[in-house]
């Protein structure tokens, strides 16, 4: 009866890799650079606008505008008009969701060609829409030696170019990249956009890591490339860009003609958002357009305070013998976890693969959270890919001091293996 229950559409995907991880973290209580939020407060001005927003009347505690809270419609409007180089419309090119997850839900009904490794929950969306997934991974280089930055991970244009078809309706992209780090160059987004542009298919493009770039990368909007502007969603997180996962506020802006279709979506499966967090995301945005490109932006400023934290997981890692890739954006780190030889119960679980044994192992034995990066792999290529692992650091440094003790000891213990 129960499977009755269960329509086609939702097969094989009842399961993800957070409903493990996030179980066996509340267990263990590990030190966490799993998942990827802060451990410590947005900045003040942000909760000062959340604040001010609970306390701004009646008005902030009942239904919005459904597409979009007014203020926060302008306010990403203006912002994005400015860095995008588009006059964008906050009635008809903007709409506001749960989330950048909502977002892109409302944007993947299609036959997508997703490029790995990718956030994971792009291909479950497209199977609950009806649509097919193509997977194209990125690769390190050949022939390059260790490879030590997301920078040397590339795409086979060949391999892209082979995977459009005449059904092929969108692509989705995500840079700076969740788990690589990798930043799109210039030539890399217009390989994508020509693509686009000569097969007629939409780009969504997944930016909710757009302030964090680092060594002098520099994050670049598809939708700015010529001809992109009318094919392209980019999809925002106000949860990534003022650090407060937990607001689930997420945007989608694009042209008029395919935003009426994620509007209809959108207005049949939540309506509409939490008022006051639209608010104080929007006096958040008001804020940063004063400030824009000055020290006193949080946009410069979170990147700067990364940076640090970024040198010191990457240190630690290779001081340990987990080769790291480092990322040039995000605030992910994949480690190559090769030299790693596990002990005990995972070892008999060689059916799994090595990535995910790995890491229930850390967390159990242990007691530090990473995430298996072959989670971020269609099927076809996630066994390729198991032998990395992915560090979070927007932590606080004592987090990240705790989980470098871990890993020495752990180091320890295996040089001192017989
Ligand atoms: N897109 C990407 C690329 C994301 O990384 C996320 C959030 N993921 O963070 C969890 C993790 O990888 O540990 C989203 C979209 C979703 O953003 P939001 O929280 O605004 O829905």
């Known amino acids: 009866m129960a499977a009755q229950l269960q329509a086609t559409r939702t097969h094989g995907i ?34 000062d606008a959340f604040c001010e927003a609970l306390k701004g009347g009646p008005m902030m505690h009942q239904y919005t505008r459904g597409f979009g809270h007014p203020r926060l419609v302008e306010s990403l409007a203006r912002f994005f008009s400015r860095v995008v180089g588009h006059q964008i419309d906050p009635w008809e090119e903007v709409l506001v969701t749960v989330g950048a997850y909502q977002a892109l839900f409302t944007a993947c009904h299609a036959l997508v060609v997703i490029i790995e490794p990718y956030f994971d929950c792009y291909q479950p969306m497209v ?14 280089k050949a022939g390059g030696g260790a490879v030590r930055s997301s920078g040397d991970w590339v795409l086979s244009a060949e391999e892209l170019s082979s995977s459009f078809t005449p059904r092929t309706k969108a692509i989705i992209i995500n840079t700076p990249n969740n788990p690589l780090g990798k930043v799109y160059k210039p030539e890399e987004l217009q390989l994508v956009a020509d693509l686009c542009v000569r097969h007629d298919v939409v780009c969504i493009s997944d930016e909710v890591y757009e302030w964090l770039t680092y060594d002098g990368a520099q994050h670049l909007k598809i939708a700015s490339l010529p001809g992109m502007w009318d094919r392209t969603i980019t999809i925002g997180s106000a949860g990534k860009t003022f650090s407060a996962t937990g607001w689930k506020v997420g945007w989608a802006i694009g042209p008029q003609r395919i935003m009426k279709h994620l509007r209809t979506i959108h207005q049949n499966v939540v309506f509409h958002c939490a008022t006051a967090a639209q608010e104080a995301v929007a006096r958040g945005f008001e804020r940063e357009l004063q400030l824009l490109g000055t020290p006193e932006s949080y946009f410069q400023q979170l990147p700067a305070m990364l940076h640090p934290k970024r040198q010191k997981l990457a240190s630690c890692l290779e001081g340990v013998g987990l080769q790291p890739v480092m990322p040039e954006g995000g605030f992910f780190m994949m480690a190559d976890i090769s030299s790693v030889e596990l002990e005990s119960s995972e ?17 159990r034995e242990k007691g530090l959270a990473a995430i298996p990066v072959s989670a971020f792999y269609g099927p076809e290529h996630s066994k390729e890919f198991d032998k990395y692992i992915r560090f979070c650091f927007i932590k606080e440094d004592s987090t990240l001091d705790s989980a470098a003790d871990i890993l020495k000891r752990w180091s320890h213990e295996r040089s001192n293996r017989p």
């Open 14 to 47: 009842d399961k993800n890799v957070w409903t493990e991880l996030v179980q066996l973290v509340s267990q263990y209580q590990p030190v966490n650079l799993g998942q990827g939020f802060p451990d410590f407060a947005p900045p003040q001005f942000i909760q």
């Open 127 to 140: 199977q609950m829409a009806g649509g097919r997934a193509v997977f194209v991974p990125l690769r390190p």
């Open 347 to 363: 070892q008999s679980a060689e059916d799994q693969p090595t990535d995910f044994r790995v890491v229930r192992w850390l967390i």
